[in-house]
């Protein structure tokens, strides 16, 4: 799919839910009803392959008031909503490799598009456009309290928002390639607990090769050229003549074969593009896919490039800043402390 002009290889994730719980309901003469709120939840998230970030998150929203009276039971409709969220650049959950205690900051301009009904709810006639900012903690690794069972080497990513007050988190599951648990809001203020039941491969999956991807260096300088190893196999044996390609950012796409001994072998040049998440940590982490041909079935790997993108982009607006260094401070006074804390 095209975002912002560019190619992107996007994969789409579908959440629903019903839920429901006690409400209190303002009734002109008798002035409060008790009941039950029920809500029906629906999204479906846009997400770029090689990093998992959300381009973008539209979501529908359902929500009714039940209550008892005197005949019967009444239902009253609250509101019927359908929400578009565009996110530029996409919000990147992950900064690949994941390590404990790494920090960065995700700024995203968030367009929101509303349309639906309500007699109690008063919707945009207009987008809503925001400025979102959030800082990105990798704060534990291993199993949270409620992940899924399966998901013993999970990392949990905590995001605060500008007075440092947490705005949502969720855990990342390798063995399932996406998060197991997600706590954040969700439309008109609620907050949304989502987690894992159940994880069922597609056929394809258990019918195909599996591919993996090996780097002649998980790290190194911008511009660079590494090797890169795909390997193909079938249980204990290897494929050969697997046929696909290497694609890596928005605009370099390699072919490859599996050879007898089910390996191919090839070369990449890491470019300089830096990432849309600001760090101290490194210049960019991109990641690297390989997909068969004709097939859903792919892997990943992640390159680092050296550096630093805040020291990056200090060097680059430094004669901008050099009037007010309190900029320089307040943008990255929260990674930095940060890395005091912890």
Known sequence: MEWEGEQSLTYVVELSGSFSGPAIFPVPLIETLAGDLLVEYHAT?????????????????????????????????????????????????WDFPLATNETWLSEVEETKTY?????????????????????????????????????????????????????????????????????????????????????????TRALSPTLTIELSLPATNKSTIIVIWINASQGNASVAEISGEIIYGCCTSIAFSTAINGSAWLELNVS??????????????????????????????????????????????????????????VHNAAIISSVIRW
């Open 272 to 329: 300089n593009r830096i990432d849309d998440t600001s760090t101290f940590d490194d210049l960019a982490s991109h990641g690297i896919i390989a997909i068969v041909s004709n097939s859903d079935q792919m892997a990943m790997a992640s390159i680092t490039l050296y550096g630093s993108v805040l020291g990056e982009q200090v060097r680059n607006t430094g004669g901008q800043w050099q009037w007010s260094p309190l900029d320089v401070s």
């Open 115 to 203: 349309t639906g009904t309500s007699d109690y709810v008063e919707l945009p006639e207009e987008d809503e456009v925001e400025d979102v900012y959030r800082r990105l903690v990798a704060t534990e690794q291993g199993q949270g309290k409620d992940t899924h069972p399966d998901c013993v080497d999970a990392t949990n990513v905590t995001a605060f928002d500008k007075e440092n007050k947490i705005s949502s988190w969720r855990w990342y599951c390798p063995d399932i390639g996406t998060w197991s648990w997600r706590v954040g809001e969700v439309p008109l203020g609620v907050t949304g607990d989502f987690r894992l039941l159940e994880y069922i491969p597609a056929e």
């Open 45 to 93: 998230e846009y997400i770029r392959v090689s990093d998992h970030a959300t381009h973008r998150l539209v979501e529908t929203l359902t929500l009714d008031f039940e209550y008892d009276y005197e005949i019967g039971i009444g239902l009253e409709s609250i509101a019927n909503l359908y929400i578009v969220t565009n996110n530029s650049p996409a919000i990147e959950w």
